[in-house]
């Protein structure tokens, strides 16, 4: 069964802090999304990887095929990146498979 | 600017109505997808067009539940004699290729309450 598995499902950390979001999926992928989702409901693009590690900003992205995992971490957290961290793959075919989010809290 | 317009972003509507929502890509684009979101839960697949051609449909998508896209432009998601199990976010996110690869752009989705 295509299954993704996210942890945790909530978080809450002082700014400042180094913040790990983790993703599991069950079988062999061609691409893996994390996306962002604020209050509301707008969901964001923020990358797609397939194989080794992106960095954009404070966020960096990795992945491991040979573990089917993958993390997300955010250096400097600030309150503004307090939302919904998403993680999505594409198991072979064109449509997306998600797992339920990571809810991010982030203390001034 | 997400590259995908939705409309309605609201919308409230007695059990046993019918309901469309409709999204607009405004970008170039590959594929055209819906999804459902319930409260706390990841999006769930329910369609996907390229083009006017709809190539997968979702078990989710029982018969009352119909998705069109004339013309390959816009998209309309149709649910016929809503439920309140219905009650959701409806997203419509399309694919555009570039230099890293296919990107995934989300509209703002279309809430539905029914009562």
């Known amino acids: 069964k295509n299954e993704v598995e996210q942890s945790p499902q909530n978080l809450t950390a002082q700014e400042g802090e180094f913040i790990t979001i983790n993703c599991s999926y069950s079988?062999?992928?061609?691409?893996l999304h994390w996306l962002q989702q604020h209050p509301g409901g707008g969901i964001v693009s923020l990358f797609m990887l397939s194989s080794g590690k992106k960095k954009h900003g404070r966020l960096i992205a990795t992945i491991n095929i040979q573990e089917k995992h993958s993390s997300l971490h955010i250096t400097a957290s600030h309150p503004r990146d307090s939302a919904v961290y998403i993680c999505?793959?594409?198991?072979?075919?064109?449509?997306?498979?998600f797992g339920t989010g990571t809810r991010l809290t982030i203390i001034p | 600017d997400t590259g995908v317009s939705q409309d309605p972003r609201h919308k409230i509507t007695k059990r046993g109505q019918n309901v469309t929502f409709r999204c607009d890509p405004i970008s170039e684009h590959n594929r055209l997808y819906w999804y459902r979101q319930t409260l706390g839960q990841g999006p769930e697949f329910l369609t996907y067009?390229?083009?006017?051609?709809?190539?997968?449909k979702s078990r989710l998508l029982s018969d009352r539940f119909s998705a069109e896209r004339p013309k390959g432009s816009f998209s309309t998601l149709e649910i016929q004699r809503t439920e309140q199990g219905d009650s959701a976010m409806y997203l419509c996110a399309i694919t555009a290729t570039g230099l890293g690869g296919n990107t995934i752009y989300f509209g703002e989705g279309s809430w539905l309450t029914v009562v």
């Open positions: 999505a793959v594409n198991f072979g075919n064109e449509k997306l498979t």
């Open positions: 079988v062999g992928i061609s691409a």
């Open positions: 067009f390229q083009n006017e051609a709809q190539l997968e």
